[in-house]
């Protein structure tokens, strides 16, 4: 999976797997819907450039090797006739070819700094966040995160380049939940013998998972995907999705949070 496909800044190619230990379950079915489910959820739509990246920010003057990649990246795509809006790894070794990407940034790693051509800097570890789909208020501590990324940049972009592309991650579990049979024995049964209401097991079985939030701005979505093979679980779902609709009509118009697509946040 390519994180630049799932709304996120950055070109991220990882491996993801995804196993049902459901025993009445189809392995060869499986196995070919999974794929298929995620391969309709990707799209070239992104997260805004401005939204991710701060054009206030001072630029940076670029010495020795970094300035020769740089310059060798923006001459490859000169010569292909693409964009010059490049991103630049310059920690990459002298001896290989510069690693760039357009529009997006390189894949982030815990210690590689990254150039870009059109901010005329290097990419700050909040940036970094933003890139993997990182994004401090859906934390439980956001105060935290922030002042992480304000006075220890170093260890943020350790932990960045570390974590999951988030985007890609919820969406190995909304494909699951079309086809996981082992979801089936989350819902009534546990609702009747624990007392539970399926908003609070939902919630208590998305902690399991360390989902601690989920926002939905295009929630037609996921309730087409949910309709799509759920025999338990799309009852609380839609529960919560009912409230959080509920919530959003009671507020004043111009008081609503609207993001320009989907975002689901662990």
């Given at each position: 999976?390519?994180?630049?496909?799932?709304?996120?800044?950055?070109?991220?190619?990882?491996?993801?797997g995804c196993g049902d230990l459901d025993e009445g379950q189809d392995a060869a079915l499986f196995s070919q819907q999974m794929?298929?489910?995620?391969?309709?959820?990707?799209?070239?739509?992104?997260?805004?450039?401005?939204?991710?990246?701060?054009?206030?920010?001072?630029?940076?003057?670029?010495?020795?090797?970094?300035?020769?990649?740089?310059?060798?990246?923006?001459?490859?795509?000169?010569?292909?006739?693409?964009?010059?809006?490049?991103?630049?790894?310059?920690?990459?070794?002298?001896?290989?070819?510069?690693?760039?990407?357009?529009?997006?940034?390189?894949?982030?790693?815990?210690?590689?700094?990254?150039?870009?051509?059109?901010?005329?800097?290097?990419?700050?570890?909040?940036?970094?966040?933003?890139?993997?789909?990182?994004?401090?208020?859906?934390?439980?501590?956001?105060?935290?995160?922030?002042?992480?990324?304000?006075?220890?940049?170093?260890?943020?972009?350790?932990?960045?380049?570390?974590?999951?592309?988030?985007?890609?991650?919820?969406?190995?579990?909304?494909?699951?939940?079309?086809?996981?049979?082992?979801?089936?024995?989350?819902?009534?049964?546990?609702?009747?013998?624990?007392?539970?209401?399926?908003?609070?097991?939902?919630?208590?079985?998305?902690?399991?998972?360390?989902?601690?939030?989920?926002?939905?701005?295009?929630?037609?979505?996921?309730?087409?995907?949910?309709?799509?093979?759920?025999?338990?679980?799309?009852?609380?779902?839609?529960?919560?999705?009912?409230?959080?609709?509920?919530?959003?009509?009671?507020?004043?118009?111009?008081?609503?949070?609207?993001?320009?697509?989907?975002?689901?946040?662990?």
């Amino acid at each position: 999976m390519d994180a630049r496909q799932y709304l996120l800044r950055q070109r991220r190619n990882r491996i993801y797997g995804c196993g049902d230990l459901d025993e009445g379950q189809d392995a060869a079915l499986f196995s070919q819907q999974m794929p298929t489910s995620i391969e309709h959820m990707a799209s070239d739509v992104v997260f805004p450039f401005d939204s991710i990246f701060d054009r206030t920010l001072p630029k940076c003057a670029l010495h020795g090797n970094a300035l020769d990649q740089v310059n060798a990246a923006l001459e490859a795509s000169i010569s292909k006739g693409e964009s010059q809006n490049l991103f630049v790894d310059t920690s990459t070794s002298s001896k290989r070819n510069p690693e760039a990407a357009e529009g997006v940034t390189t894949c982030i790693r815990p210690s590689h700094a990254i150039y870009s051509t059109e901010l005329q800097r290097y990419v700050t570890a909040q940036e970094m966040f933003l890139c993997q789909g990182l994004f401090a208020q859906d934390f439980e501590n956001p105060r935290a995160v922030q002042h992480l990324l304000e006075t220890d940049p170093k260890q943020a972009q350790d932990l960045a380049g570390n974590a999951f592309a988030s985007t890609c991650a919820q969406v190995q579990l909304l494909a699951s939940l079309i086809h996981a049979k082992g979801w089936s024995h989350i819902g009534i049964n546990d609702i009747l013998t624990t007392g539970s209401s399926p908003e609070h097991l939902l919630r208590d079985q998305c902690r399991m998972m360390q989902l601690t939030k989920v926002t939905m701005t295009n929630q037609n979505h996921l309730h087409l995907l949910l309709r799509r093979g759920l025999p338990v679980c799309p009852p609380t779902s839609h529960l919560h999705l009912r409230e959080h609709d509920l919530k959003q009509r009671q507020q004043p118009k111009h008081t609503r949070q609207v993001s320009p697509c989907s975002r689901y946040c662990f």
